[in-house]
């Protein structure tokens, strides 16, 4: 009961946690494909969101499944918030997700779910949460971390363990390890040519005979649309500014 009290107040602590302007938007969790994936139908389209600052076990590794079941119980089918980080190689739109006061990603870790994906923290100034609260989960021996210590390869490592990646025990890892493996600026992450990462992820297109069209995230064009700013393209945080700006939504 103790942990469950301190983890409402924290999860409703993180409400602030948002950087100013950021960008919000809401939809519907149609499909959970994993403990850090799923499928949301936004008022423009369905989209594949991948949480932020989180890796769960991946399905075929132990506690995959477990994870998966875990979050479809807490958001399957429900109406949730996306504050979007940036869209990445796969087209997927990583993102906090909000159920209501409750911050998702935050909440997988803190339940013992997933990891602190901790390469990819530090777009928000309270990243270190995530690292405090696996280090929580890790010590009550929540979720994954009940497993035996050589079933808890991390994600990360999992995924190219074909490749020679060592297995790292984190049994011993603290909090201070985890921040400090937090990157201090934004990840090199690839980007197919003409893909911004940041809040404005509206691409405003100028098509033949200059007809200037924006394509918001999960629409039928948005994925094949790239943006060359040199031909006066441009990138838009809202549609209102896109409408503003002299650009329009597709007829179709």
Request: glycine fraction near 10%.
């Amino acid at each position: 009961m103790r942990f469950l009290l301190l983890l409402s107040c924290l999860v409703l602590s993180l409400v602030a946690c948002a950087r100013d302007g950021d960008t919000v938007l809401r939809g519907t969790v149609t499909r959970v494909t994993d403990g850090d994936t799923a499928q949301v139908k936004l008022r423009s389209g369905a989209i594949t969101v991948r949480f932020y600052g989180i890796d769960a076990p991946e399905k075929n590794q132990p506690y995959g499944m477990d994870a998966a079941s875990a979050l479809r119980q807490l958001i399957g089918g429900k109406v949730v918030d996306l504050i979007p980080v940036e869209q990445d190689r796969y087209d997927r739109l990583v993102a906090v997700v909000m159920l209501g006061e409750r911050n998702v990603n935050l909440d997988m870790v803190a339940r013992g779910n997933a990891w602190a994906f901790r390469q990819y923290l530090g777009e928000f100034r309270d990243d270190r949460h995530y690292c405090e609260w696996e280090a929580k989960a890790r010590d009550q021996q929540l979720g994954l971390w009940r497993s035996a210590g050589n079933k808890r390869h991390a994600p990360w490592e999992w995924r190219h363990r074909d490749r020679g990646v060592p297995y790292t025990s984190y049994d011993g890892s603290t909090v201070a390890d985890c921040v400090a493996a937090i990157r201090a600026e934004p990840a090199s992450v690839p980007m197919p040519p003409g893909r911004k990462s940041g809040d404005c992820l509206i691409k405003g297109n100028i098509g033949s005979g200059g007809k200037r069209i924006y394509h918001v995230p999960g629409s039928a064009s948005y994925a094949d649309t790239r943006i060359d700013e040199s031909k006066g393209e441009r990138w838009f945080c809202s549609e209102e500014e896109a409408r503003a700006a002299g650009w329009r939504a597709p007829r179709n």
